[in-house]
């Protein structure tokens, strides 16, 4: 299926590894040139580098911490100077959570907000004046399952994600009217590198069997009973972002393998 998407610019949070790396390679392949962005600049540019020799597209790395206002307004610039805007943009930076709401002092609440709530907030008002100049486009924004169902864990990532989804809301009930659709993405259990590293850290004491581990949650939570690839996760999310998704607005998607208990 042709999505429509050569020449288009893509703005991609959070796109060094993961699911923004996988989400940078399927908008790529579909000849979609890209601004990619996260902090580690060294892993962010051979990414970068990687991306456009391969597909053949622009991708400009900018290395910065979208949850600082500084960061964005580095971000909406390279935006401007590369492309003169945008037509998608992925907010996807973020991190879990480990703590109790007894134990968390209000820095650590204060950090995750910006990152996931103020950073898609202030990344509108910086890119949707020129998304609107170019004829509109979409936003899409990465919360998580974990945004309607909680994992006990990480209250202050449950807590923040919930507010980026009703953000979405909001956000798709104003920017339509400048033919912008927004639409939230809650995925459940995706194969990240983090995901790895914590599964290796937990199981190094009892013989390190870290597959074992995964399989464990994924038996848990997932009645599919497994994680997805990152690669499927982006298939979705590069089709939301098309035209061919051009009445979805204001909704969210739950990408999961069954993992959400309730309808």
């Not at 919360?143 to 909680?150: E, K, L, V």
């Amino acid at each position: 299926m042709d999505l429509n998407l050569r020449g288009k610019v893509a703005v991609l949070t959070g796109a060094s590894v993961g699911i923004g790396l996988a989400v940078a390679e399927a908008f790529a392949a579909e000849g979609t040139h890209l601004l990619l962005v996260a902090r580690n600049e060294e892993r962010l540019s051979a990414a970068a580098a990687g991306i456009a020799t391969k597909f053949g597209v622009t991708a400009v790395p900018v290395a910065c911490d979208v949850s600082t206002s500084a960061g964005v307004d580095k971000l909406v610039a390279a935006a401007k100077e590369n492309f003169g805007g945008a037509d998608i943009v992925f907010n996807n930076a973020g991190t879990g959570s480990n703590e109790t709401i007894m134990n968390a002092p209000d820095e650590k609440w204060l950090a995750y907000w910006d990152l996931h709530v103020m950073a898609a907030v202030r990344i509108a008002r910086g890119l949707v004046p020129l998304m609107k100049a170019r004829g509109g486009g979409t936003i899409l924004n990465n919360a998580s399952i974990c945004a309607t169902q909680p994992l006990g864990y990480e209250p202050i990532y449950n807590v923040t994600k919930a507010a980026l989804m009703m953000l979405s809301k909001n956000m798709a009930n104003e920017f339509i009217q400048d033919n912008i659709r927004v639409n939230t993405i809650n995925p459940g259990l995706v194969l990240t590198p983090d995901w790895i590293k914590t599964a290796r850290q937990l199981t190094q004491d009892s013989g390190g069997d870290w597959e074992g581990h995964l399989q464990q949650v994924a038996d848990e939570h997932a009645p599919i009973r497994r994680f997805a690839s990152p690669e499927e996760l982006a298939n979705f999310i590069v089709f939301l972002c098309s035209d061919k998704a051009s009445y979805s607005v204001g909704s969210t998607y739950f990408v999961d393998g069954g993992m959400l208990r309730t309808v």
